[in-house]
T-cell receptor, first 111, second 115 residues
Protein backbone atom coordinates (compact mmCIF):
# COMPACT_ATOMS: atom_id res chain seq x y z
CA UNK A 1 0.00 0.00 0.00
CA UNK A 2 1.43 3.31 -1.10
CA UNK A 3 1.08 5.79 1.71
CA UNK A 4 1.73 8.80 -0.50
CA UNK A 5 0.21 8.69 -3.98
CA UNK A 6 1.97 10.88 -6.50
CA UNK A 7 0.54 11.62 -9.93
CA UNK A 8 1.14 11.69 -12.75
CA UNK A 9 4.16 9.42 -12.78
CA UNK A 10 5.20 10.44 -16.28
CA UNK A 11 4.63 13.71 -18.03
CA UNK A 12 5.90 14.88 -21.40
CA UNK A 13 5.02 18.44 -22.40
CA UNK A 14 6.14 21.21 -24.73
CA UNK A 15 8.18 24.17 -23.57
CA UNK A 16 5.93 26.95 -22.30
CA UNK A 17 3.14 24.73 -21.04
CA UNK A 18 1.98 24.63 -17.43
CA UNK A 19 1.75 21.50 -15.33
CA UNK A 20 0.68 20.33 -11.88
CA UNK A 21 1.91 17.33 -9.91
CA UNK A 22 -0.16 16.01 -7.04
CA UNK A 23 0.65 14.09 -3.88
CA UNK A 24 -2.23 12.65 -1.89
CA UNK A 25 -2.52 10.64 1.28
CA UNK A 26 -5.04 9.61 3.89
CA UNK A 27 -2.39 10.34 6.53
CA UNK A 28 -1.57 13.65 8.14
CA UNK A 29 2.02 14.85 7.81
CA UNK A 30 3.88 17.22 10.09
CA UNK A 31 5.72 18.44 7.01
CA UNK A 32 5.99 17.65 3.35
CA UNK A 33 8.99 18.13 1.13
CA UNK A 34 9.42 18.37 -2.62
CA UNK A 35 12.68 17.21 -4.18
CA UNK A 36 14.21 17.15 -7.62
CA UNK A 37 16.60 14.38 -8.50
CA UNK A 38 19.02 14.08 -11.39
CA UNK A 39 20.19 10.64 -12.59
CA UNK A 40 22.94 9.22 -10.40
CA UNK A 41 22.59 11.88 -7.73
CA UNK A 42 20.83 12.26 -4.43
CA UNK A 43 17.57 14.23 -4.23
CA UNK A 44 17.87 17.98 -3.84
CA UNK A 45 15.37 19.74 -1.62
CA UNK A 46 13.17 22.32 -3.36
CA UNK A 47 10.83 23.28 -0.55
CA UNK A 48 9.39 22.23 2.80
CA UNK A 49 5.80 23.02 3.71
CA UNK A 50 4.61 22.65 7.27
CA UNK A 51 1.40 24.67 7.74
CA UNK A 52 -1.97 23.57 6.39
CA UNK A 53 -2.96 25.78 3.46
CA UNK A 54 0.57 27.07 3.03
CA UNK A 55 1.67 28.26 -0.39
CA UNK A 56 5.33 28.75 -1.30
CA UNK A 57 6.76 30.04 -4.52
CA UNK A 58 10.17 29.37 -6.01
CA UNK A 59 10.46 31.32 -9.27
CA UNK A 60 8.10 29.48 -11.65
CA UNK A 61 7.31 26.74 -9.14
CA UNK A 62 4.37 27.03 -6.75
CA UNK A 63 3.94 24.57 -3.90
CA UNK A 64 0.78 24.16 -1.87
CA UNK A 65 0.08 22.15 1.28
CA UNK A 66 -3.51 21.05 1.80
CA UNK A 67 -5.53 22.51 4.65
CA UNK A 68 -5.62 19.13 6.39
CA UNK A 69 -1.89 18.51 5.75
CA UNK A 70 -2.70 15.32 3.83
CA UNK A 71 -1.95 16.44 0.32
CA UNK A 72 0.25 18.78 -1.67
CA UNK A 73 0.73 20.03 -5.18
CA UNK A 74 3.56 21.39 -7.30
CA UNK A 75 2.65 23.71 -10.14
CA UNK A 76 5.18 24.75 -12.77
CA UNK A 77 4.38 27.72 -14.96
CA UNK A 78 5.82 28.05 -18.46
CA UNK A 79 7.93 24.91 -18.24
CA UNK A 80 11.40 24.98 -19.75
CA UNK A 81 13.65 22.14 -20.94
CA UNK A 82 15.82 22.76 -17.88
CA UNK A 83 12.90 21.65 -15.70
CA UNK A 84 13.26 18.11 -17.05
CA UNK A 85 13.91 15.65 -14.24
CA UNK A 86 12.43 13.47 -11.52
CA UNK A 87 10.27 15.26 -8.97
CA UNK A 88 9.58 13.59 -5.66
CA UNK A 89 7.25 14.46 -2.84
CA UNK A 90 8.01 13.11 0.62
CA UNK A 91 6.09 13.35 3.85
CA UNK A 92 7.32 13.34 7.44
CA UNK A 93 4.69 12.05 9.85
CA UNK A 94 6.69 12.18 13.05
CA UNK A 95 8.84 15.28 12.61
CA UNK A 96 11.99 13.14 12.83
CA UNK A 97 13.31 13.37 9.30
CA UNK A 98 11.98 9.91 8.45
CA UNK A 99 10.41 10.39 5.04
CA UNK A 100 7.80 8.49 3.07
CA UNK A 101 8.25 9.13 -0.63
CA UNK A 102 5.69 9.29 -3.38
CA UNK A 103 6.29 7.30 -6.56
CA UNK A 104 7.91 10.26 -8.29
CA UNK A 105 7.04 12.17 -11.43
CA UNK A 106 9.36 11.98 -14.42
CA UNK A 107 8.97 15.24 -16.29
CA UNK A 108 10.20 15.79 -19.82
CA UNK A 109 9.95 19.26 -21.32
CA UNK A 110 10.54 19.32 -25.05
CA UNK A 111 11.98 22.43 -26.71
CA UNK B 1 21.71 23.45 4.31
CA UNK B 2 23.84 20.89 6.10
CA UNK B 3 26.27 18.69 4.20
CA UNK B 4 26.05 14.92 4.08
CA UNK B 5 28.77 13.00 2.29
CA UNK B 6 28.34 9.47 1.04
CA UNK B 7 31.20 7.22 -0.05
CA UNK B 8 31.83 5.60 -2.41
CA UNK B 9 29.71 7.10 -5.15
CA UNK B 10 30.06 4.00 -7.28
CA UNK B 11 31.15 0.47 -6.46
CA UNK B 12 31.26 -2.76 -8.41
CA UNK B 13 31.67 -5.97 -6.49
CA UNK B 14 31.60 -9.66 -7.20
CA UNK B 15 28.65 -11.77 -6.21
CA UNK B 16 29.12 -13.23 -2.73
CA UNK B 17 31.34 -10.46 -1.41
CA UNK B 18 30.42 -7.70 1.03
CA UNK B 19 30.55 -3.99 0.43
CA UNK B 20 30.45 -1.11 2.90
CA UNK B 21 28.91 2.29 2.22
CA UNK B 22 29.66 5.26 4.47
CA UNK B 23 27.42 8.20 5.26
CA UNK B 24 28.96 11.17 7.05
CA UNK B 25 27.44 14.39 8.34
CA UNK B 26 30.18 16.96 7.82
CA UNK B 27 28.97 19.99 9.73
CA UNK B 28 26.42 18.77 12.25
CA UNK B 29 25.84 15.91 14.63
CA UNK B 30 23.40 13.44 13.15
CA UNK B 31 21.49 11.67 15.88
CA UNK B 32 19.49 9.83 13.26
CA UNK B 33 20.43 8.58 9.83
CA UNK B 34 18.18 6.95 7.29
CA UNK B 35 19.07 4.50 4.53
CA UNK B 36 17.04 4.31 1.33
CA UNK B 37 17.23 2.16 -1.77
CA UNK B 38 16.18 3.27 -5.21
CA UNK B 39 15.74 0.99 -8.21
CA UNK B 40 15.90 2.42 -11.75
CA UNK B 41 13.00 4.68 -12.61
CA UNK B 42 11.50 4.20 -9.17
CA UNK B 43 11.21 6.27 -6.03
CA UNK B 44 13.16 5.98 -2.80
CA UNK B 45 12.18 3.22 -0.39
CA UNK B 46 13.18 3.49 3.25
CA UNK B 47 15.25 0.51 4.36
CA UNK B 48 16.13 1.38 7.93
CA UNK B 49 16.45 4.08 10.55
CA UNK B 50 19.76 4.30 12.37
CA UNK B 51 20.12 6.00 15.74
CA UNK B 52 23.53 6.72 17.19
CA UNK B 53 24.54 4.16 19.77
CA UNK B 54 21.58 1.84 19.31
CA UNK B 55 20.39 -0.86 16.96
CA UNK B 56 18.89 0.14 13.66
CA UNK B 57 15.17 -0.20 13.03
CA UNK B 58 14.46 -2.00 9.77
CA UNK B 59 11.41 -1.57 7.56
CA UNK B 60 9.24 -4.55 6.82
CA UNK B 61 10.78 -6.85 4.24
CA UNK B 62 14.35 -5.65 4.71
CA UNK B 63 16.72 -8.35 5.93
CA UNK B 64 18.71 -7.02 8.86
CA UNK B 65 21.34 -9.75 8.57
CA UNK B 66 21.97 -8.88 4.97
CA UNK B 67 22.01 -5.10 5.33
CA UNK B 68 24.13 -4.40 8.40
CA UNK B 69 23.88 -0.87 9.73
CA UNK B 70 26.26 0.65 12.24
CA UNK B 71 25.91 4.15 13.67
CA UNK B 72 28.82 4.28 16.08
CA UNK B 73 29.28 8.04 16.15
CA UNK B 74 27.22 11.17 15.67
CA UNK B 75 28.79 11.82 12.29
CA UNK B 76 29.05 8.39 10.70
CA UNK B 77 26.71 5.58 9.76
CA UNK B 78 27.68 2.63 7.62
CA UNK B 79 25.61 0.21 5.56
CA UNK B 80 27.23 -3.12 4.74
CA UNK B 81 25.63 -5.27 2.07
CA UNK B 82 26.70 -8.78 2.95
CA UNK B 83 26.98 -11.66 0.50
CA UNK B 84 25.88 -9.39 -2.30
CA UNK B 85 23.83 -10.75 -5.18
CA UNK B 86 23.06 -9.16 -8.55
CA UNK B 87 19.54 -8.34 -7.33
CA UNK B 88 21.12 -6.12 -4.66
CA UNK B 89 22.35 -3.85 -7.44
CA UNK B 90 20.69 -0.53 -6.78
CA UNK B 91 21.20 3.11 -5.84
CA UNK B 92 21.61 3.45 -2.08
CA UNK B 93 21.04 6.87 -0.50
CA UNK B 94 21.45 8.03 3.07
CA UNK B 95 20.03 11.04 4.84
CA UNK B 96 20.91 12.52 8.19
CA UNK B 97 18.94 14.50 10.75
CA UNK B 98 20.01 16.10 13.99
CA UNK B 99 21.70 19.13 15.45
CA UNK B 100 18.35 20.51 16.53
CA UNK B 101 17.00 20.21 13.02
CA UNK B 102 14.27 17.73 12.19
CA UNK B 103 14.87 18.19 8.47
CA UNK B 104 16.92 15.41 6.90
CA UNK B 105 19.72 16.11 4.44
CA UNK B 106 20.64 13.66 1.71
CA UNK B 107 23.95 12.26 0.58
CA UNK B 108 24.91 11.97 -3.07
CA UNK B 109 24.01 8.28 -3.26
CA UNK B 110 26.02 5.13 -4.02
CA UNK B 111 25.52 3.13 -7.18
CA UNK B 112 26.14 -0.53 -6.32
CA UNK B 113 26.58 -3.01 -9.12
CA UNK B 114 26.99 -6.67 -8.24
CA UNK B 115 28.43 -8.81 -11.02
Amino acid sequence: TQLLEQSPQFLSIQEGENLTVYCNSSSVFSSLQWYRQEPGEGPVLLVTVVTGGEVKKLKRLTFQFGDARKDSSLHITAAQPGDTGLYLCAGDKSNTGKLIFGQGTTLQVKP
Amino acid sequence: GAVVSQHPSRVICKSGTSVKIECRSLDFQATTMFWYRQFPKQSLMLMATSNEGSKATYEQGVEKDKFLINHASLTLSTLTVTSAHPEDSSFYICSAAGGGNTEAFFGQGTRLTVV
